[in-house]
Each structure stands twice: as C-alpha cells, then as structure tokens.
C-alpha cells in the first residue's frame, strides 16, 4: 500500500533557529497536509496544499506541495519554544485507501537541553 | 460543543473487560476516523466512516475490534476481551468528507481517550 517517509523522526532546536522536515512517497497525492500535535491533544491542521509546485505560507511557517506530487516540506523559521511538539505529515488520494488519507510517522521537536 | 468531543477521556481497565469509547464529531461532517497512537509513535488508522456508505475497515487489528456510528453522527468503538496491548490514545477526527472534493483531507480530531489496560 502506500507510504510516506517523514524525516527526520526527531530533532532538536534552539529558540530562533530555522527548522526542516519533509516527506516522500513512491505514490503521487492530490493533496499534501501538515499537522502538529502537542502533548495530551489531538492533532490540528497547520498547512493544506492543494496544487503541486504551491507554496503556501501560514505565519512562520512555510510548506511546498512538489512538482512530481510525490514530496512536500515544511520550513519552520525562527522557532520559538511553543514550536515543540509532533509534526505529522499526511497525502491524500481521492478514493484511496484508509480514508483517502495517508499518514507519516511524525517528526518529534524537542528543545536542545 | 465546536469541536469533536471524545469520552471517556480516560479509561482504566482490566485485562479481558470490554470497552467502549465514544466520538462526536462536528456538526454535518459527514467523515469520520478513528485512529489509534501508542505512546510517542504515529498515527495507526482504524476505521474510516464515509456518509452511508460501508466503512473501511482494513485497520482495524483483529475481530476484538469493531465501530459503529449510529445516524451518521455519533461513533463507537468497541474493543472486547482488552489486553495489555490495547493500552494506548485512541483518537477520532471527523471532516466534511465531500468525496472526491479537496476538504476530505482537512480533519479536525478530539484529544482522544487515553485507554489503560492493566
């Protein structure tokens, strides 16, 4: 079936660095997703991408939907300490398995100790 | 409430009892998952509800499971016989599901219930 590879699984930051993860499939998506989940909650929508080659900005975060529909990236600039937390990405395919909607494993975000 | 509300939020059970965990999602969407997370791993789809139309069921992991969701707005998830291996977060998000529309993808989940199996 398909899969997404999230990388990195997880990273460390320092307030105002500049942070970057992405995905990858061997599948093509209609629609890229970015999701963050903070401890005890549910996820919650950050970035929705809808054409590929958008680049799409929401405050300090910036996502890309690739051109071979197989990729997106999701830039962090500036992070500050709130921006720990899980970030998942998700494709997704009209009429496709598992709701339509694929999952990464997530790219866990802790504060450089 | 605005959002998609999930109960109990916490669950402590016996080994071999029965659970059962409720969603409510958003008022007229029309989609809703469920999925499961064990602590700080990802996200292991369950079961996709669609409208009327069947539900995917391809995640669920074995017959101890099942799901309903009753007038297509309320859900429950039923896990029999619990084992220790059940213990984890279940979550459920629901979306305004137009198929083949672009807003399918755009979920919006509860904050889960945390399920203890001891």
């Known amino acids: 079936g398909q899969q997404l590879n999230q990388s990195p699984q997880s990273m460390f930051i320092q307030e105002g660095e500049d942070v970057s993860m992405n995905c990858t499939s061997s599948?093509?998506?209609?629609?890229w997703l970015w999701y963050k989940q903070d401890p005890g909650e549910g996820p919650v929508l950050l970035i929705a991408l809808y054409k590929a080659g958008e680049l799409t900005s929401n405050g300090r975060l910036t996502a890309q939907f690739g051109i071979t529909r197989k990729d997106s990236f999701l830039n962090i600039s500036a992070s500050i300490p709130s921006d720990v937390g899980i970030y998942f990405c998700?494709?997704?395919?009209?009429?496709?398995?598992?709701?339509?909607?694929?999952f990464g494993k997530g790219t866990k975000l802790s504060v450089k100790p | 409430g605005a959002g998609v509300s999930q109960s109990p939020s916490n669950k402590v059970t016996e080994k071999g009892k029965d659970v059962e965990l409720r969603c409510d999602p958003i008022?007229?969407?029309?989609?809703l998952y469920w999925y499961r997370q064990s602590l700080g791993q990802g996200l292991e789809f369950l079961i996709y509800?669609?409208?009327?139309?069947?539900?995917?069921k391809s995640g669920l992991p074995s017959d101890r499971f099942s799901a309903e969701r009753t007038g297509g707005s309320v859900s429950t998830l039923t896990i029999q016989r619990t084992q220790q291996e059940d213990s984890a977060v279940y979550l459920c998000a629901s979306s305004l599901g137009r198929v083949g529309g672009p807003n399918t993808g755009e979920l919006f989940f509860g904050e889960g219930s945390r399920l203890t199996v001891l």
């Open positions: 998700a494709g997704q395919n009209y009429g496709g398995s598992q709701g339509n909607l694929i």
């Open positions: 509800f669609q409208g009327n139309s069947a539900p995917d």
């Open positions: 008022s007229g969407h029309t989609a």
């Open positions: 599948s093509i998506f209609n629609t």
